[in-house]
């Protein structure tokens, strides 16, 4: 009866969408909406039921984000700005074909937990997959991306997203994540490092969350567009983030490491 009771609210969202939202700014108008209330309910979920339409909310709000970002093609380019301020987390490629949407759920107990939309351009269409993965399931530390850098490398573009996870006080994870559009599809698992292991779609480091909260500045995982390296903090035994990075170059075909 839930699950039906569900449906049906989707269903009613989706009219109303196809009825009055029309541009960018009436779509985001029904989306604030929404995400406001995700907000609200995650402000409050000890209280009672509140968790029940927190979910509901985070459910609704992905579906309709996922169907607005595949049905208008015009909101891969559009900042949503009002979105931005609630904390929606919005990350695009130089080239514009490729943008990520991440927020938090509240749904979290211990750290933050998000769910994604990514959306990309390809053949003259837009579209979107939703990654939902923390709503009412057990699931694998999930990511916010929060930078899309671009690799051009002979006639393939790559697109490396940085993400963060924060799972605890103590747990924690930085990384890079290799995409590629192929064939009309989004690629989240391209072998694009070479190490000892093997070949690798990322390039990660975990750490104690502890360990950067006093730094003014803290070191992040990045790329350098010139010189196509990614640098990554060094973690000691002792799951610290250091001041060293790793520094891995892209060689053509693989990045693989530099020797410090």
């Known amino acids: 009866m839930k699950t039906f009771k569900l449906i049906i609210v989707f269903c009613c969202c989706f009219y109303s969408a196809n009825l009055f939202a029309q541009t960018p700014q009436a779509i985001e108008a029904d989306l604030l909406r929404i995400f406001k209330r995700v907000n609200y309910y995650g402000s409050h979920k000890k209280e009672w039921k509140a968790i029940d339409s927190l979910e509901k909310m985070n459910k609704i709000f992905g579906f309709k984000l996922k169907y607005y970002t595949a049905k208008y093609p015009e909101t891969i380019n559009y900042p949503f700005t009002e979105l931005v301020k609630e904390r929606l987390v919005i990350a695009t490629s130089a080239d514009g074909l490729f943008r990520t949407y991440s927020w938090d759920t509240r749904l979290g107990s211990a750290g933050y937990d998000f769910d994604n939309v990514l959306q990309f351009k390809t053949n003259g269409k837009v579209l979107s997959s939703l990654k939902m993965d923390s709503v009412g399931k057990k699931h694998n530390p999930v990511f916010w991306y929060s930078k ?88 000691n035994a002792k799951r610290q983030v250091t001041r060293d990075y790793i520094v891995y170059k892209f060689t053509g075909k693989y990045f693989e490491r530099v020797k410090n």
Do not use: C, W
């Open 148 to 235: 899309i850098y671009t690799l051009n490398a002979g006639s393939k573009t790559y697109y490396l997203a940085a993400y963060n996870s924060v799972r605890s006080s103590t747990d924690a994870t930085q990384g890079v994540q290799f995409f590629a559009i192929e064939n009309g599809k989004l690629n989240g698992a391209v072998l694009l490092v070479k190490t000892p292991t093997g070949l690798h779609s990322k390039i990660y480091f975990d750490y104690n969350f502890l360990s950067v909260v006093n730094m003014k500045v803290i070191p992040t995982i990045y790329y350098d567009t010139k010189t196509q390296t990614i640098h990554s903090p060094l973690v």
